[in-house]
């Protein structure tokens, strides 16, 4: 018996990969987290399978859930939100997994900034601009963050910034960001990234709490910010494809 985190991606059924689909599909317990997992992801599960929406549920009440399927051989699909690995809260029940030997396997799935950015039409890392990409989150209600992980320190480095759980913290946002970035930089607001409502806002540091205001946006969205996103400036193509550096996989033509 094994329990199989499932990364769903961010909404699109289409973005399933082709493993967690056999997965699910061959399960017969699916646990899935219905407030960020549509339920057509889920769809694809044994029509006899004991499917159950967690949102309503403790971890004490899903991981009893899986006690039972352990105890009759069963293999349980536990389908999360973009990828397990990211803001999944699966440390926490592989935890309680190891406590009771219950093997587990971790399906990736596609995480919501990459969805995102493909929704943008954009590249995250652009040449002399921004390399590095920073995942984090705003505390808020949540678990509060590390003492050093703060925007502050995440923003001297002006790598793009991708901002969980901050849609109702635009404020603060600004006010920590725009120090570093300036008020200008562009930032994009992704409201469902990959479902039939998904919303896109395009603004700066300085304006885009009130476009997000007046989209009545709060909750479920993923905040991009970084001079990367800007179609304005100028920047060098990639050494990678440069015919004047050749490298292993496409050495110098002799003239």
């Known amino acids: 018996m094994t329990v199989y985190f499932i990364g769903a991606g961010p909404g699109d059924p289409e973005l399933l990969t082709l493993k967690a689909a056999r997965i699910i599909g061959a399960c017969p317990v699916c646990l899935y987290a219905g407030s960020l997992v549509p339920e057509e992801v889920v769809g694809c599960a044994p029509e006899d399978a004991?499917?159950?929406?967690?949102?309503?549920?403790?971890l004490e009440e899903t991981h009893a859930e899986i006690v039972r399927a352990h105890a009759k051989g069963q293999d349980?699909?536990?389908?999360h939100s973009g990828d397990p690995s990211l803001y999944g809260?699966?440390?926490?029940?592989?935890?309680?997994?190891?406590?009771?030997d219950i093997d587990y396997q971790i399906i990736p799935g596609v995480p919501a900034y990459a969805a995102a950015a493909a929704a943008l039409g954009t590249e995250?890392?652009?040449?002399?601009?921004?390399?590095?990409i920073v995942l984090t989150r705003m505390s808020m209600k949540s678990t509060?963050?590390?003492a050093g992980e703060t925007l502050e320190n995440f923003a001297r480095t002006g790598a793009t910034l991708a901002?969980?759980?901050?849609?109702?913290?635009l404020r603060e946002i600004e006010r920590q960001l725009a120090p570093y970035y300036g008020e200008d930089c562009p930032v994009a607001v992704i409201y469902r990234v990959g479902w039939p409502d998904q919303m896109i806002i395009r603004g700066t540091l300085m304006d885009?709490?009130?476009?997000?205001?007046?989209?009545k946006i709060t909750r479920t969205a993923l905040i991009l910010v970084g001079p990367a996103l800007s179609d304005s400036h100028g920047f060098p193509d990639s050494?990678?494809?440069d015919a004047a550096k050749p490298h292993v996989l496409r050495p110098r033509v002799k003239a």
């Open 76 to 79: 349980v699909a536990r389908v």
């Open 50 to 58: 004991r499917v159950l929406d967690t949102a309503p549920m403790t």
């Open 144 to 146: 509060s963050m590390p």
């Open 163 to 169: 901002i969980h759980l901050g849609i109702r913290a």
């Open 124 to 132: 995250l890392t652009i040449p002399e601009v921004a390399q590095s």
């Open 239 to 241: 050494a990678l494809y």
């Open 208 to 215: 885009v709490r009130e476009k997000v205001r007046a989209a």
């Open 89 to 100: 809260a699966i440390a926490e029940q592989i935890r309680r997994l190891k406590d009771d």
